[in-house]
């Protein structure tokens, strides 16, 4: 979740590389995201899905972080211990 931030960030200051990403394959790219996860955080923060990451608005990067995080504590499994 680190390097989403960092690019999202990077994206967001102007850097070319960074804006240019889709950001389907970013999310694409986090561990444990499936192609119908990934679509559904785009629905959700209304991101288009040929959308670059330099596209966003600082509301939908907003909304993307949270939304990845939280989908993140859903697929957490816990502690082995909790199972």
């Given at each position: ?41 785009l ?7 040929s ?24 697929h ?8």
């Open positions: 979740m680190v390097g989403l931030s960092r690019v999202l960030r990077r994206a967001a200051a102007g850097d070319e590389d960074a804006a240019g990403i889709r950001v389907e394959a970013l999310l694409r790219a986090l561990p444990g995201m499936g192609m119908f996860d990934s679509h559904d955080l629905v959700r923060a209304h991101i288009r899905e959308g670059l990451a330099g596209e966003l608005s600082p509301g939908q990067r907003v909304a993307l972080m949270e939304f990845v995080e939280r989908a993140r504590h859903l957490d499994p816990g502690p082995p211990w909790a199972a």
